[in-house]
């Protein structure tokens, strides 16, 4: 099993790569975030996210029971339970976490032999035009998305690979590209 980390700045489309691994290579696993934040409309307990509210969040934190956790866009914890990695391994999975450049870090620390892949966006233009067209989120929350992903870009160099999400078919073989050669 190798544990995965794509990162990169929100909008870049990471949740769209993981749906296209997860149908297009076999032995491949989502991990399952938690978060405080209020799901959005289809997303699924357990299946999109764990949510949680913050007490209980803070609780998992006291309690150890995180990889890596942070809060993001100054309101919202993410984090990802241990639990997580018990299952890939217990199922001879590879693990991939879809998460942001501080859980990133906090693995990169405590699980160096994790391959960390950060993805790019074509531009900053298609990263602001996919946020938008998503309409997920008000114009307060784009800008401050928008902010961060300025910061998140220029820490690319933090990780093990980069890809630029431009064709989506393709960007998802180099990723499986990447995890053949890296176990190798």
């Known amino acids: ?34 978060t405080t934040r209020s799901a959005r409309p289809n997303e699924v307990d357990g299946v ?23 809060t993001v866009h100054g309101d919202n914890y993410y984090g990802t339970l241990l639990d997580e990695l018990t299952r890939a391994d217990a199922e001879g999975l590879h693990l991939l ?10 693995v990169m620390k405590s699980k160096p032999t994790a391959i960390t892949i950060f993805v790019q966006p074509p531009s900053f233009e298609v990263l602001e035009s996919r946020l938008r067209d998503r309409a997920t989120e008000t114009e307060s929350q784009i800008q401050t998305r928008l902010s961060n992903a300025r910061a998140e870009i220029e820490s690319a160099e933090e990780f093990d690979y980069e890809v630029i999400n431009d064709d989506l078919a393709q960007t998802g073989k180099d990723i499986l590209k990447i995890v053949s050669e890296s176990e190798g």
């Open 48 to 70: 999109h996210y764990h949510f949680v509210d913050k007490a209980k969040f803070e609780k998992l934190i006291a309690d150890d029971q995180f990889l890596e956790w942070a």
């Open 1 to 34: 099993m190798s544990l995965i980390v794509l990162a990169g700045p929100a909008g870049v489309g990471k949740g769209t790569l993981v749906r296209w691994l997860l149908a297009n290579a076999e032995g491949y696993s989502l991990s399952v975030s938690a």
């Open 97 to 106: 976490l879809e998460i942001d450049l501080q859980g990133a870090r906090q």
